[in-house]
C-alpha cells in the first residue's frame, strides 16, 4: 500500500542543504513527497539531493549557491520556478558562526555572519515570495534563528546580533505578506549535533577553560531540561508542522526546539 505524503505536489526550497540540520530538513520534506531544491555554496549539494530524490522519488534536485550572492540567489529561485511554476516552502537555513573574543572579532567575521545568517535570510525570502506571490497561492517561509536570538552568548556578539536580526525579518515580513496569505516564522534550536557544534566545542572549550573534546557540549546538553541534544529530526519535526495548512494562523512568531533550554 502507498502510503499517503502529505507534502505530495508541494515545491519547498531549503538553504543550507548540503549537510547538517538543512540536509536533515531536506531529506523530511522530500520523504513527505514534496520536490525539494537543496541550496548550499559547496559543491556536494548536488550529490546529497540526488540520493534524496532516489530514496523519495520526488523532483528533488541540488543547486550550488552562495545566499549571500544576489546573482546566485535569482539563479536559483528562477530554476524553481521555471521547473514547477510555484514555490510553496522557502527554509532558509543556511548559517554560519564564529566564536571570538572581542578584541580579536575582525570586521570580516563580523560582515560575513551577518551576510549568510540576516541578509541571505533576507535575499532568499524576497525572491521566494515574489514567487508564491505570482502563483497567487500563499506560502510558507521559515527562517534560521537559535537560542542566541533569545539570548547572547560570550564572544558571538555578531552571531546573536545576525540571529536577533532575523527575528525582526520575520516579523517585519509576517506583517507585509500576510495579506498573500504567505506566514513568515522563526524557529530557534538550541544545540543540535553537526559541523557547527564541532566547531562550537573546541572554540568556546578553549576560550571559556580546559575542555577536552566533546566535554563542553556534554556540559551544556547536561543542563537541558529534556536531557540530550537536539536532532534535524526534532527541528524537521516543527518546520512540517509550520509549513502545514494546520499552522495557517500561526505568523511573525520565534519558536523554541530546544528541549526546554530556554523558556521565553
Ligand atoms: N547546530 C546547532 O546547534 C544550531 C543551533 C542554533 C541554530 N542553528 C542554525 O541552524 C542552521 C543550520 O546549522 P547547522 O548546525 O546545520 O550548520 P552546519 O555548519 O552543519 O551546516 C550549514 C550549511 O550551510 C551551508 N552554508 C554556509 N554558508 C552558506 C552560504 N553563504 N550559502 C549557502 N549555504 C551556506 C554550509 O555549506 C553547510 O552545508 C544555521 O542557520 C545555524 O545558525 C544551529
Sequence with gaps: MTRYRRYEGKAVAVTGAAAGIGLGIAARFAGEGADVLLLDRSASVEEAAAKIAAETSTGTFGMRADV??????????????????????????????????????????????????????????????????????????????????????????HYAASKFGVVGLTQSLAKELAKDGITVNAYCPGIVGSDMWDYNDREWGRLLGDYGPGELMAEWVAAIPLGRAGTSDDVANLLLFLASDDAAYITGQAINIDGGMFMS
Design 68 to 157: 549571500t550572492s544576489p546573482e546566485d540567489v535569482t539563479r536559483a529561485f528562477d530554476l524553481a520556478e521555471r521547473t514547477w511554476g510555484r514555490l510553496d516552502v522557502l527554509v532558509n537555513n543556511a548559517g554560519v558562526i564564529t566564536i571570538s573574543r572581542l578584541e580579536d572579532l575582525t570586521l570580516d567575521d563580523w560582515q560575513r555572519v551577518l551576510a549568510v545568517n540576516t541578509t541571505g535570510t533576507f535575499l532568499c525570502a524576497q525572491a521566494a515570495a515574489a514567487i508564491m506571490r505570482r502563483h497567487g497561492g500563499g506560502g510558507r517561509i521559515l527562517n534560521a534563528a537559535s537560542g542566541q536570538a533569545r539570548q547572547g552568548f560570550v564572544f558571538t556578539p
